[in-house]
């Protein structure tokens, strides 16, 4: 019997997705590029990749209740089908490769001499474990860390509520061009919940409701994020904003002594959440193509892989110059491309089915 995920389930996995990572770094990458109205690029971001989110979905669900892997096959056929499955599945092992690099980053600046790979040996045995368990499972848990989560970030809003200077704000000058810039970086995480819902499809208990929840999860995050930035902003100022490793965290450590502890936990928490949801889905996305009736087989592959890359990289120079430049060159190159791909291949094989009909 196969696992079913309701509306609000799918409202949580979408907060999972993009909230759980994208508070550590948000605020300093848009303030360094856009300064004062840095916050406007995450709006700007977050209604784009919105309208092309729910267009996608729309016409993905209108098509068929299949994942992408299946409707990829039929939409483009069996050759161009499966290179477009692969560049897919590339795209899922970028955003997971460099979301737990950024998280041992992080794991280094709040525990500078501990041992990383000891700590992400164990986030990857918790996140195999999720996904051997199942998407059920996993959305249980995005429910209840994406609600400690939500708290704990208001929490912090309401703790530094006097410390605020709306002075930091001004002057408000609309640069486009620094808006899109910033916009750029934002988008990398707007655009996950998409490529994840496609391959999540055949779960989905009610299409209508999960693509209204995933719009408004999309339109709950930015909320979140816009004022978590116009924070950080009104209080460090922007220099001290755009030089900090981790806005957010060096903001809870204002709060209450102790509460950056908690917020670490909560980060812990929803990273291995997200993490075991990227294992699932390569694994899933995988076995699919391939024709393999157990996805499980491939989880401890993928994540000694992905773990051994992501050590060897924290070590390089190179991939830290390549995660300040991995933004632009994966979404220009990989993630619109193959979201635009996807709805003009949906909306052609839709108006085709609807004139034989």
């Keep these: 019997?196969?696992?079913?995920?309701?509306?609000?389930?799918?409202?949580?996995?979408?907060?999972s997705l993009i909230l759980s990572t994208i508070i550590l770094l948000i605020a300093r990458e848009v303030v360094e590029v856009a300064g004062q109205v840095g916050w406007v690029s995450i709006i700007f971001s977050g209604l784009i990749i919105g309208f092309l989110?729910?267009?996608?979905?729309?016409?993905?669900?209108?098509?068929?209740?299949?994942?992408?892997?299946?409707?990829?096959?039929?939409?483009?056929?069996?050759?161009?089908?499966?290179?477009?499955?692969?560049?897919?599945?590339?795209a899922l092992f970028i955003i997971l490769y460099f979301m737990m690099y950024e998280a041992i980053d992080f794991i280094g600046y709040v525990m500078p001499g501990g041992h990383n790979l000891r700590y992400w040996i164990a986030v990857a045995l918790l996140a195999d474990y999720l996904a051997y368990k199942g998407i059920e499972t996993i959305c249980r848990l995005c429910t209840l860390i994406m609600?400690?989560?939500?708290?704990?970030?208001?929490?912090?809003?309401?703790?530094?509520?006097?410390?605020?200077?709306?002075?930091?704000?001004?002057?408000?000058?609309?640069?486009?061009?620094?808006?899109?810039?910033?916009?750029?970086?934002?988008?990398?995480?707007?655009?996950?919940?998409?490529?994840?819902?496609?391959?999540?499809?055949?779960?989905f208990k009610n299409s209508n409701k999960i693509i209204q929840n995933s719009i408004l999860a999309?339109?709950?995050?930015?909320?979140?994020?816009?004022?978590?930035?116009?924070?950080?902003?009104?209080?460090?100022?922007?220099?001290?904003?755009?030089?900090?490793?981790?806005?957010?965290?060096?903001?809870?450590?204002?709060?209450?002594?102790?509460?950056?502890?908690v917020i670490f936990i909560n980060w812990i928490g929803g990273s291995v959440l997200k993490v075991g949801?990227?294992?699932?889905?390569?694994?899933?996305?995988?076995?699919?193509?391939?024709?393999?009736?157990?996805?499980?087989?491939?989880?401890?592959?993928?994540?000694?892989?992905?773990?051994?890359?992501?050590?060897?990289?924290?070590?390089?120079?190179?991939?830290?110059i390549l995660f300040k430049i991995n933004a632009a060159v994966s979404l220009i190159y990989i993630y619109i491309p193959l979201i635009i791909l996807f709805i003009f291949g949906y909306l052609f094989k839709n108006s085709s089915n609807k004139d034989i009909n």
């Design 147 to 203: 609600i400690v989560v939500v708290l704990s970030i208001f929490t912090i809003f309401i703790l530094n509520y006097t410390r605020l200077d709306f002075k930091e704000l001004s002057p408000f000058i609309i640069d486009f061009k620094k808006i899109i810039k910033g916009s750029i970086f934002v988008s990398t995480w707007f655009i996950q919940p998409s490529f994840i819902l496609l391959l999540f499809k055949p779960f």
């Design 53 to 90: 989110q729910y267009f996608l979905l729309s016409f993905s669900f209108e098509f068929s209740e299949r994942s992408i892997i299946d409707d990829s096959k039929i939409i483009f056929g069996n050759f161009w089908g499966s290179i477009i499955i692969l560049y897919y599945i590339l």
């Design 1 to 15: 019997m196969i696992e079913r995920i309701g509306s609000i389930q799918a409202f949580f996995l979408n907060l």
């Design 218 to 261: 999309n339109l709950f995050i930015q909320i979140i994020v816009v004022v978590l930035v116009i924070f950080t902003i009104a209080i460090f100022g922007i220099r001290l904003t755009s030089t900090l490793n981790f806005p957010f965290y060096n903001l809870s450590r204002l709060s209450i002594l102790g509460l950056e502890v």
């Design 277 to 320: 949801i990227y294992y699932f889905a390569i694994a899933k996305a995988i076995s699919e193509w391939f024709g393999l009736k157990n996805y499980k087989i491939l989880l401890i592959p993928i994540s000694i892989m992905n773990i051994s890359l992501v050590l060897f990289g924290v070590n390089t120079s190179l991939v830290r």
